[in-house]
């Protein structure tokens, strides 16, 4: 019994010792992980994702500070409201619920017509001239005139880029558009007509967006006109509108409408007062608008002349879309949870066509806050 005994010790200490060699010889994860350099660490740590830098933060508490110090989380855009009156406007940051103003007098009997990348397209129906103005810098791009009447304008990139271009529709007739184009340090529109397989009407109702070298735009009744400049090219593509409830065929029903594009997805979200809103990705292969029951953490922001979308946004705002309107004297932005399937505040009735397409807009927010009052 005694020689079992001692046989089981001596193999016993020959596996501890084996074990020692090998932890000599291969050092372990952890070992691994707190070995690497620090700017090695930030750079990988840098370069993931909102949500992988979150979860790589979980590996030690190393790891958690280096990965907090770089993390990057995206900014939402703030909601600049036009006045009817005066030249005080009014900029809101949903993120942080504050209110900032600006004195804008340059801006004085001029209507939105568009937003992007932190440049307002401006349009005086009086003197017919359309402009970019950065509110932030005050700087001010002059376009040739062009009467605007029931059709909206869109641009691909900021005035300051060789590839910024603008765009509108308007229709001739049911079968017959006339597409202007223009680009910053030209002397005049240039207007081509166009022929339509399919009918498409213009209207201030429409929805443009800037998509992978195109313009998307989305009809009153929801047929899809596609505008290629580098080919100059129009066609009304054979996508059937969007399915809405049969209780969305109300007061304003077409007027509810919003468009938003990202990393090549285009997004159409179908509003009523009487029921949730619907939101609609673009299957361009099979060239169907498919229903969507969550964005996967991206958030749209929803407005009438031009709509964006987030990813990496911090905090509760991921998958939640958020309109132009703010309520409880400016605390609180409206907006859908899809996670929660509401609104927020709760609901009572928002009718969406009921509101002044021209009253606010989405823009980019400043890197500091010196320009504000």
Same mark, same amino acid.
């Given at each position: 019994?005694?020689?079992?005994?001692?046989?089981?010790?001596?193999?016993?200490?020959?596996?501890?010792?084996?074990?020692?060699?090998?932890?000599?010889?291969?050092?372990?994860?952890?070992?691994?992980?707190?070995?690497?350099?620090?700017?090695?660490?930030?750079?990988?740590?840098?370069?993931?994702?909102?949500?992988?830098?979150?979860?790589?933060?979980?590996?030690?508490?190393?790891?958690?500070?280096?990965?907090?110090?770089?993390?990057?989380?995206?900014?939402?855009?703030?909601?600049?409201?036009?006045?009817?009156?005066?030249?005080?406007?009014?900029?809101?940051?949903?993120?942080?619920?504050?209110?900032? $103003?600006?004195? #804008?007098?340059?801006?004085? !009997?001029?209507?939105? &017509?568009?937003?992007?990348? =932190? +440049? @307002?397209?401006? *349009?005086?129906?009086?003197?017919?001239?359309?402009?970019?103005?950065?509110?932030?810098?005050?700087?001010?791009?002059?376009?040739?005139?062009?009467?605007?009447?029931?059709?909206?304008?869109?641009?691909?990139?900021?005035?300051?880029?060789?590839?910024?271009?603008?765009?509108?529709?308007?229709?001739?007739?049911?079968?017959?558009?006339?597409?202007?184009?223009?680009?910053?340090?030209?002397?005049?529109?240039?207007?081509?007509?166009?022929?339509?397989?399919?009918?498409?009407?213009?209207?201030? $109702?429409?929805? #443009?967006?800037?998509?992978? !070298?195109?313009?998307? &735009?989305?009809?009153?009744? =929801? +047929? @899809?006109?596609? *505008?290629?400049?580098?080919?100059?090219?129009?066609?009304?593509?054979?996508?059937?509108?969007?399915?809405?409830?049969?209780?969305?065929?109300?007061?304003?029903?077409?007027?509810?409408?919003?468009?938003?594009?990202?990393?090549?997805?285009?997004?159409?979200?179908?509003?009523?007062?009487?029921?949730?809103?619907?939101?609609?990705?673009?299957?361009?292969?099979?060239?169907?608008?498919?229903?969507?029951?969550?964005?996967?953490?991206?958030?749209?922001?929803?407005?009438?002349?031009?709509?964006?979308?987030?990813?990496?946004?911090?905090?509760?705002?991921?998958?939640?879309?958020?309109?132009?309107?703010?309520?409880?004297?400016?605390?609180?932005?409206?907006?859908?949870?899809?996670?929660?399937?509401?609104?927020?505040?709760?609901?009572?009735?928002?009718?969406?066509?009921?509101?002044?397409?021209?009253?606010?807009?989405?823009?980019?927010?400043?890197?500091?806050?010196?320009?504000?009052?």
């Amino acid at each position: 019994m005694a020689g079992r005994r001692r046989k089981k010790m001596k193999l016993l200490a020959e596996t501890l010792e084996d074990n020692k060699r090998v932890q000599r010889g291969q050092p372990d994860e952890q070992q691994i992980q707190s070995d690497l350099p620090t700017e090695l660490l930030e750079l990988i740590l840098s370069q993931l994702t909102l949500r992988d830098n979150i979860r790589a933060s979980a590996v030690c508490k190393r790891w958690l500070t280096i990965a907090t110090s770089v993390r990057m989380a995206n900014k939402p855009p703030w909601l600049m409201f036009f006045p009817k009156f005066g030249d005080l406007y009014e900029f809101y940051d949903p993120s942080q619920r504050k209110t900032y $103003w600006l004195e #804008l007098p340059e801006l004085n !009997g001029s209507r939105i &017509c568009y937003a992007k990348e =932190g +440049w @307002l397209l401006l *349009y005086k129906p009086r003197t017919q001239l359309v402009f970019f103005f950065c509110p932030y810098t005050r700087e001010s791009i002059d376009l040739p005139s062009l009467e605007l009447t029931y059709q909206i304008v869109a641009f691909s990139a900021a005035p300051t880029s060789p590839s910024c271009i603008l765009f509108t529709v308007k229709h001739v007739s049911p079968t017959v558009v006339a597409v202007s184009t223009c680009h910053p340090g030209a002397t005049e529109w240039t207007t081509v007509n166009y022929q339509n397989r399919l009918p498409f009407v213009s209207s201030i $109702w429409n929805k #443009l967006v800037f998509c992978k !070298g195109l313009f998307y &735009c989305l009809s009153l009744t =929801g +047929w @899809l006109g596609v *505008y290629d400049p580098q080919k100059s090219t129009w066609a009304v593509h054979s996508v059937p509108p969007p399915k809405c409830p049969e209780n969305f065929f109300v007061k304003n029903w077409w007027k509810g409408k919003f468009m938003a594009e990202h990393n090549g997805d285009i997004f159409v979200i179908y509003t009523c007062s009487a029921v949730n809103p619907v939101i609609y990705k673009l299957d361009q292969t099979n060239k169907v608008w498919v229903e969507m029951e969550t964005l996967g953490g991206m958030t749209l922001f929803a407005n009438f002349l031009s709509s964006h979308a987030r990813t990496d946004l911090l905090g509760t705002m991921r998958n939640n879309v958020f309109f132009s309107k703010v309520r409880f004297y400016g605390k609180r932005c409206v907006s859908y949870s899809l996670d929660n399937g509401r609104y927020y505040p709760r609901k009572q009735c928002y009718d969406w066509g009921e509101q002044d397409p021209f009253e606010s807009i989405w823009i980019e927010p400043p890197e500091d806050l010196s320009a504000f009052l």
